[in-house]
């Protein structure tokens, strides 16, 4: 890589790192967490960090929410935890989703496979979209008719968990959590673009940002650690799909920026500093 490429790169890391905090403190502060922006920041940096070494790429959320857990006084707060950095990994989910969808309808598909794609990520985005419905509206009947009253465990359970997702029901915040999670992924895009420019693999900034969804979903199965390997062969096979090699290698050197904040997660895991509180 030049030194432009990798200079350019390091800053899109930790500039998109900067939109998934910010919409991370905000979800908190809708739980009345008091987290400060840098304690948020390092959080998620220490999740990075956690998930180079455990299955998946989102095993880090799980310690995440145990660090967090470590830190309050409030055992009522678990779930609020649970369901914040829950609401958290799905919107970012949901607005990479979006993005595609949008930048998909339109672009004009030489081939009928990445029209295929194309299709594939419509109907996920249509299920993204209704399921937190479903599931809001599933709860609330059970609540409402008292089906889970004979099971105390459950039911007590069921009704933290309305009460939790009726604070996130607002829809300012869902629109602004959502466009954040846009502009942190298109920056995560354009480390995989400028890359795959410099190494002369060049795809196309919007055929990334149709395909990179699907791939981004694959590295999150938990089979290797942090998703190695699994990713890369994602991004390998939707690169081909444009009659273009060298997708694995592409990845995974994108994957250095995009893990690199996770080197200061490894400091911040050292120190363990963090100052949680809640009203």
């Known amino acids: 890589l030049t030194s432009q490429t990798f200079i350019m790169a390091m800053i899109l890391s930790f500039t998109s790192l900067f939109f998934a905090t910010y919409r991370l403190k905000i979800l908190l502060k809708t739980q009345h967490f008091k987290v400060g922006f840098f304690e948020t920041y390092k959080l998620n940096m220490l ?7 455990l299955p998946g790429g989102i095993s880090g959320d799980i310690l995440k929410g145990f660090h967090l857990l470590k830190y309050r006084n409030d055992n009522n707060s678990k779930t609020n935890i649970i369901t914040t950095l829950f609401l958290d990994r799905y919107l970012g989910l949901y607005a990479m ?5 949008i930048v998909s309808t339109f672009t004009d598909f030489q081939s009928p496979k990445i029209e295929y794609v194309k299709y594939i990520i419509f109907v996920i985005t249509l299920g993204l979209t209704v399921a937190p419905f479903f599931i809001y509206f599933l709860i609330k009947l059970l609540h409402d008719f008292h089906l889970l009253k004979k099971f105390d465990y459950l039911y007590s359970k069921m009704i933290k968990v309305k009460q939790s997702i009726q604070k996130f ?8 959590s959502v466009l954040l999670g846009i502009v942190g992924h298109v920056l995560t895009i354009l480390i995989i673009w400028t890359i795959s420019v410099d190494l002369n693999f060049m795809i196309g900034l919007y055929n990334a940002l149709i395909v990179s969804p ?7 199965l938990p089979i290797s650690p942090g998703g190695i390997g699994v990713g890369e062969k994602a991004f390998k096979e939707l690169f081909l799909l444009y009659g273009i090699e060298g997708g694995a290698t592409v990845f995974f050197i994108s994957r250095f920026f995009i893990y690199l904040p996770g080197l200061y997660g490894a400091y911040v895991f050292t120190q ?7 009203d």
């Open 97 to 101: 989703f979006v993005l595609a969808s």
């Open 272 to 278: 363990q500093k963090f100052s949680i509180k809640r």
């Open 214 to 220: 699907i791939a981004f979903v694959v590295n999150l």
């Open 169 to 176: 029901m607002k829809l300012k915040l869902l629109l602004t």
């Open 47 to 53: 999740g990075i960090f956690y998930s180079l070494f």
